[in-house]
């Protein structure tokens, strides 16, 4: 065998090894994925681009009177006002749902009372169980841990992108770090 | 024991270990692959699977003495484009934030949270120089043993 025989035979052999360990990352990727409670689904973007124009609700002088209805299309919810139509919902027959855009380990350590998680890379096995709450909804209330979060934003994505009205999501504003501040209940 | 064959083994560890970091963190490597603007969905998410399984499997292989090379040629090319992006990204936080270069700091994905830029540029060029070294003979590729 020539010197230049046994070079190429050297390369191809390496390139096949090399093609050998890249199908065998590919399984065990694929294997690892599907078994993992994280499981990554490929074709959901779990990074919309998110139009975050809200970071502050506008001040408002009839707030005490606005019903949950009425705060549909504003984009964001004071938390005063979220505690107060809490509060009067028992006589009201307007509904609220409570969803927590913050990764599934903060939702165990302290949530909102009566929130539902939608973690958005569990939203998989989340999403289910939210949407018809939110579909029900009148008003759907996004909150993640506070400062310039976008979970939230991309949490109201995915669900007006699963056929909740844009509308009735509204977004919490100063999410849990502010209700904390306000030393407002939670609950595990 | 060799020191070559030490340090083979040492990479392969190393390896294993960052591809596992980012296996069990795999949200925080696709949130710092998002950082470097790879289009999602499809490539981000297959390149946040692909990347730390590819590690572990070449880690694998380099620890085990199985397809040594060829697996040390892969994390080769590997190291030089996460360098490569890390410099890229670098130097577009450096214009953006008119920050000097080595006062960046981002989640480069690595497997280290929010790292120096410059340190961590200098720590992949290091691990390349000790891979060639590993990956040198006089014999390859005429080798066929």
């Known amino acids: 065998m020539t010197q230049v025989e046994n070079h190429s035979l050297g390369v191809i052999r390496t390139l096949q090894e090399m093609m050998v360990l890249l199908l065998l990352s590919v399984g065990i990727g694929a294997i690892w994925n599907c078994c993992s409670s994280g499981r990554i689904d490929l074709n959901f973007d779990y990074f919309p681009a998110v139009n975050i124009t809200h970071d502050e609700a506008a001040p408002l002088t009839d707030e005490d009177t606005l019903s949950i209805a009425d ?6 919810i004071p938390q005063d006002a979220l505690v107060r139509l809490l509060a009067d919902r028992g006589s009201s027959r307007q509904t609220i749902a409570l969803i927590d855009a913050r990764k599934e380990e903060f939702f165990e350590r302290g949530h909102l009372a009566g929130a539902k998680k939608l973690d958005r890379y569990r939203f998989a096995q989340d999403l289910p169980i939210v949407l018809p709450i939110c579909l029900r909804a009148d008003l759907v ?13 991309i949490a109201g994505k995915i669900l007006s992108q699963a056929g909740v009205s844009a509308d009735a999501i509204v977004i919490l504003e100063g999410g849990l770090e502010r209700w904390l501040e306000n030393k407002r209940e939670v609950v595990q | 024991m060799k020191p070559r064959v030490i340090l083979r083994i040492a990479l392969g560890v190393y390896f294993i270990v960052m591809g596992m970091i980012k296996l069990l963190g795999v949200e925080q490597f ?7 603007g790879i289009p999602s969905p499809f490539p981000l998410n297959l390149i946040a699977i692909l990347i730390p399984t590819l590690e572990l499997v070449c880690g694998l292989a380099l ?3 199985r397809f040594w090379r060829s697996a040390l040629l892969i994390l080769i090319l590997l190291m030089v484009c996460f360098s490569t992006v890390i410099f890229w990204r670098m130097n577009a936080i450096h214009a953006l934030e008119d920050l000097p270069r080595c006062a960046v700091s981002f989640d480069c994905g690595c497997g280290n949270g929010v790292v120096n ?17 590993v990956f040198r ?6 080798s066929l043993k």
């Open chain 2, 30 to 36: 696709m949130s710092a692959l998002d950082g470097y």
């Open chain 2, 63 to 65: 620890a085990l003495h």
């Open chain 2, 117 to 133: 830029a410059c340190r961590k540029i200098a720590i992949n060029v290091l691990t390349l120089v000790l891979m060639v070294c």
């Open chain 1, 141 to 153: 209330v996004v909150y993640c841990q506070g400062g310039a979060c976008d979970d939230s934003h």
């Open chain 2, 137 to 142: 003979t006089k014999t390859w590729p005429n």
């Open chain 1, 71 to 76: 705060w549909r299309g504003r984009g964001v």
